[in-house]
Nanobody, 122 residues
Framework: QVQLVESGGGLVQAGGSLRLSCAASGRTFSSYVMGWFRQAPGKEREFVAI????????YYADSVKGRFTISRDNAKNMVYLQMNSLKPEDTAVYYC???????????????WGQGTQVTVSS
């Protein structure tokens, strides 16, 4: 089992940047695919990005491709989401997740964090 704690959310103006971090507990971090998902008010949770076990492959939603970058540090049990050129439509609660399987573009994972709020003002 793994526990996930997100940080780094906040309020930013459109065009700005934020870096989200997710700290994972446990000794088997490198055995999990890690991902970021988001849920805006009144909307369903959606896929944002995932990164495979070694960090050699990444997958992004079309809406964030070219603006967001997911990365991981297996030595530190950390996964990050660098968000640039933020737009008001990026406003959502962002969730970190861990999965034993590689399931890009789906909203499925074995473990979820509590989420961190990102608000982008226009």
């Amino acid at each position: 089992q793994v526990q996930l704690v997100e940080s780094g959310g906040g309020l930013v103006q459109a065009g700005g940047s934020l870096r989200l971090s997710c700290a994972a507990s446990g000794r088997t971090f490198s055995s999990y695919v890690m991902g970021w998902f988001r849920q805006a008010p009144g909307k369903e949770r959606e896929f944002v990005a995932i990164i495979n076990w070694s960090g050699s492959r990444t997958y992004y939603a079309d809406s964030v491709k070219g603006r967001f970058t997911i990365s991981r540090d297996n030595a530190k049990n950390m996964v990050y989401l660098q968000m640039n050129s933020l737009k008001p439509e990026d406003t959502a609660v962002y969730y970190c997740a861990a999965d034993t399987r590689l399931r890009p573009y789906t909203v499925q994972a074995d473990y979820w964090g509590q989420g961190t709020q990102v608000t982008v003002s226009s």
